[in-house]
C-alpha cells in the first residue's frame, strides 16, 4: 500500500463537524454531527463515533402530536470503522444506539462512505449524497449523566389554546414524583391556569385583562407490568371569580409509561398527555 495513503487515512484522526439547516414543509431542521476517530494497533484501520442530534422546529408554533411541543429533538451515536485501503479511506457504520423519545422510532439504516482528507476537511460521499465535515478542536459531548429512574423526579408540560370566549389560555404543570423500592409511587403537580385577552381588554369576570388559577394535586400509583397505574387522589383547587360555576375538580387516573426524557401519560377518556423532563437550570 502507497506510504501517502496511509498518511492521509491517519490524517483522518481527532474531531471533525458538519452542520445543516433547512426549513421543509413548515419546520426548521437543525442536524449537527460530531465525529472522532482514533487510531488502533492496526495502522489501516480507525474507529470512530458520530454524536448526531437533529432539531426540529414548527414555525408557526403549532405543537406536534408525538410531544404535545412546537420542538422536538432526535439524537443518536453510531460506531464507525475507517479502513485505510489502495484507493482511499472506506468509512463503514457498525452499530448505533438511538435515545428514546416520543418522536422518534428508534431505527436506523446503517450506511458506508468514501473519506478524503484535505487539510482541515473531510469530504464524505455516498450513493446519492456527500457532506464536508470540518476539523475542530472540540470533540463530540461526553453522554448525559443519568437520570432518577422513571418516573422519578420532575417533569414539566405546556399548552397553549383558545377558548371559546376567544380568551388565549397558558397551561402548565410542574410534577415531582417519587419511587420507592416496592414500586408504590407518591408525588404531587402544581397546575397552573393562565387566561388572558388578546387585545389587552378587561376580562369582564377578573376586572383584568388576564388571571391565573394554580391548583395543587397528590398523586400516588404502582408499578405494573408495563408501566405504572396513577390516581389522583386528593387536590387543593385555586378560587377565582371567572371560575365560580364550576369551583370544583374532578380527580382521575391515568397509566404511565417512560420513553426516554418523556413519561406518557393516558388518562381516562383517552386524553394522551406527554410530560417531559425540565430544562436544566
Partial sequence: MPLDTIVAGLQLAGAWEWRHVEIEDGTLRREEERWQFVATAD?????????????????????FLCNQAPSYQQRAEIIVAADIVRTGIALTELGYTVEPGPCDPGLRQLGAYVAT??????????????????????????????????????????ARSWTRA??????????????????????????????GSPDGAAVPCAGAARYRVVDRYLVRGVATD????LEEHEVEAGHHPCLAATPGRTLDGATASADGEHLVLSWRGKRRQVLARPAPP
Fill in 43 to 63: 495502522p489501516r484501520r480507525l474507529i470512530g463515533r458520530n454524536r448526531r442530534e437533529v432539531t426540529v422546529r414548527a414555525l408557526d408554533d403549532v405543537p
Fill in 226 to 229: 408495563d408501566g405504572w397505574r
Fill in 166 to 195: 376567544g380568551l388565549w389560555q397558558h397551561e402548565r404543570e410542574d410534577w415531582e414524583l417519587a419511587v420507592s423500592r416496592d414500586g408504590r409511587l407518591a408525588g404531587s403537580y402544581l397546575r397552573t391556569v393562565t387566561v
Fill in 117 to 158: 482528507v484535505r487539510r482541515d476537511e473531510l469530504h464524505l460521499a455516498w450513493p446519492g449524497g456527500e457532506a464536508t465535515l470540518r476539523r475542530t478542536d472540540t470533540p463530540p459531548r461526553p453522554p448525559r449523566p443519568p437520570r432518577p429512574p422513571p418516573p422519578a423526579g420532575p417533569w414539566t408540560w405546556e
